[in-house]
Every structure is written in C-alpha cells, then in structure tokens.
C-alpha cells in the first residue's frame, strides 16, 4: 500500500510541474533561468509566472524567463546555483543561508513572501489536542530544514519534552507516510497542511497563521555573478514581483484564481491565503519584520552548528534593484 501511494505521490509531483502552460517568449532573447521547488511557483512569483508578468518585464530589456523545478527542494536549489546552472533560486531563507554561509556568493534581491507559513495537522480522532499532547507521538519533523526550526522552538517554549517524540525525518515521502498512519502529526508548510488536510481530514493544532512571528521570509536570491553582469534582468525580476503584489492586493479572489492549478483549486489556495487577503506579505520590500525573521533564522542556524556563523546579513541582502524599481510603483 505504502508503495503505491508513494508512486501516486511521484506522479502527482509530476503532473503538477508539467501542468503550467508553456509561455510565448522569443527564444532569440537570453535566458532567465529561475528555479524553485515545482514549475507551479508559489506566492507572488506564482502570480509573475502565470500571468506573464516574468516574461513581459524580461522581455523589455531582452531576456526570456526559463523556469525548473528541483524536487528535492533546498538542497537541490543549493546546488544547482552553486554549480551556475540556475540565475535565481526562489525558495526558502534556511538553506538560503547555509548556501551564503559556504561561500557561495548569492544575494537576496526581493522577497517572494514575508509570511511563509506552516502547521501542524494530526490524525483523525488521535486525540491530540495540544502541543503537550505529542510527547509518546509519532511526528514528521525532517531535521536540518526550516520545519526543524519551527518544531523545536515550538516545543521549547511549550515546555514539551522533545525526548519522548519519535522523530520522523520523511521529506519527500511525508505525505504517503502520514497518509498510511505511520505518523500521528506532521509539521509543514501551509500549503503542505492544505492538502493533506484536503485528502485525509485531521485538525490543525498549531498555525503560524495566528501567530505571524513564527513565519518566515522566501526571497529570490541570485548568483552574485549574474546580478553583477545583468543588472537589468535583475530589476525586471522584482518589477515583476511589484506586478504581482498590486495584482493579488486589488482583488483576493483573481489572487486565488491564478494561484491555482489542476491540484490545486481556488478553494484550497484560499485555504492557504485567505487569512490575509489584503497580501501585503507579497510586498518585495524587506521590511523590519522581515529582517526579525531572517535574523531569527540566521540565529537558530549559527546556534545548531549548522553554519559556521551568524551571516552578515548586509552582505546577504542586496536591495538596489528595489530601490531602482520602487518608484515606478504607486
């Protein structure tokens, strides 16, 4: 059973990084290679990819956008810029960070969302009720990812005793793992959340959605080399991402409507969105808040001896492309 399910899984990943329609571009024009988890981008660059704004503002000062998928998430992302096979990452400040920490000359340009958010779903009828209530419980918590951060600051300021959970480190396989009953929570993004919720039912004990602090910052971040040689690319990537804020914040519900895809309907996107339809965490500015996030990340890192050491995050952050496109936007 596991082993079907876990072959339905890799078949709905496949189907939703093909699902996405091909855009127009003029091929003459130089590539953009952007990647991300799926080719279904989520957040303000889901909106820039599907209603074009990516190929429209790239298009202007002559570049096309070529999009990829890297299912193996940060890691793979790490990797694939580290060896210049992609110009932009757009994924998660964690491994973003260790990226950075290694050496490896990227620079967060814009923020793809300020409020990354994430749950924790429990099994129908598991009579988990609290965060207390997971001590003697089987949870999907995948170490050395931001879900580890989220779950054992969670826990420590629960007062739960994180020796007495059996840790589950499933990643790509979470979801047939918990889908089989072999775990009695899961922690993951809210996106992640959505579904399973969608497929097996269960109650949401915990959410960053209440508790907005806890969220934290998807940047798109790019080769340091690239930004250096086109500038201009650059700055029509965030315009894009301006676009994609003004879109989503005059109207929620085309917001939900292009977010969506074949496994993912409106009404799941609203799911995950729909507690802030003003999306003003789809603004690409790197505002107090989010640089508290991203120091709270950066902490947590340095303190699991996961990098060497705090990254200055003025050398992360490379602001000029906002600052050169800010003005064109109300």
């Known amino acids: 059973m596991k082993r079907i399910l876990s072959l339905l899984t890799a078949l709905f990943l496949l189907a939703a990084l093909t699902a996405c329609g091909a855009e127009k571009v003029d ?33 202007k000062v ?67 009720k609290t965060i207390k209530d997971l001590e003697g419980k089987r949870v999907i918590a995948p170490k050395g990812t931001v879900l580890q951060m989220v779950f054992e600051s969670l826990l420590a300021r629960e007062g739960v005793d994180a020796g ?27 996106f992640g959340i959505a579904v399973l919720q969608a497929q097996c039912g269960g109650d949401v004990i915990f959410s960053t959605e209440n508790e907005p602090e806890w969220s934290t910052v998807t940047t798109v971040v790019g080769r340091g080399a690239f930004l250096d040689a086109n500038p201009e690319a650059a700055k029509a ?43 003003a965490h789809f603004a690409p500015e790197f505002t107090p808040e989010a640089l508290v996030k991203l120091e709270a990340t950066n902490a947590f890192l340095a303190a699991n001896k996961l990098i060497a050491q705090k990254v200055d995050l003025n050398k992360f952050i490379d602001t000029q492309y906002i600052e050169a496109v800010r003005g064109e936007f109300a």
């Open 164 to 190: 007495k959970i059996t840790r589950l480190n499933a990643m790509a396989d979470a979801q047939s793992v918990f889908i089989t009953g072999e775990a009695d929570a899961v922690i993951s993004t809210a």
């Open 27 to 59: 091929k003459s024009l130089l590539p953009v290679r952007l990647g991300s988890i799926t080719k279904q981008f989520t957040d303000s660059v889901g909106i820039a990819q599907r209603q074009g704004f990516f190929a429209e503002e790239l298009a």
């Open 62 to 128: 002559g570049y096309r956008p070529v999009f990829s998928a890297f299912a193996q998430a940060g890691p793979a992302l790490n990797e694939a810029l580290a060896t210049d096979n992609i110009d932009f990452g757009i994924y998660g400040d964690f491994p973003q960070l260790v990226l950075f920490d290694k050496g490896v000359d990227v620079r967060a340009i814009a923020p793809a969302t300020t409020a990354q958010n994430y749950g924790i779903l429990v099994q129908p009828n598991s009579g988990i």
């Open 237 to 279: 990537v965030v315009r894009a991402l301006f676009r994609a804020w003004e879109f989503a914040a005059a109207d929620a519900e085309q917001a939900y409507q292009a977010l969506s895809f074949e496994f993912a309907p409106p009404a799941l996107i609203k799911a995950v969105y729909g507690y802030d339809p003003s999306f």
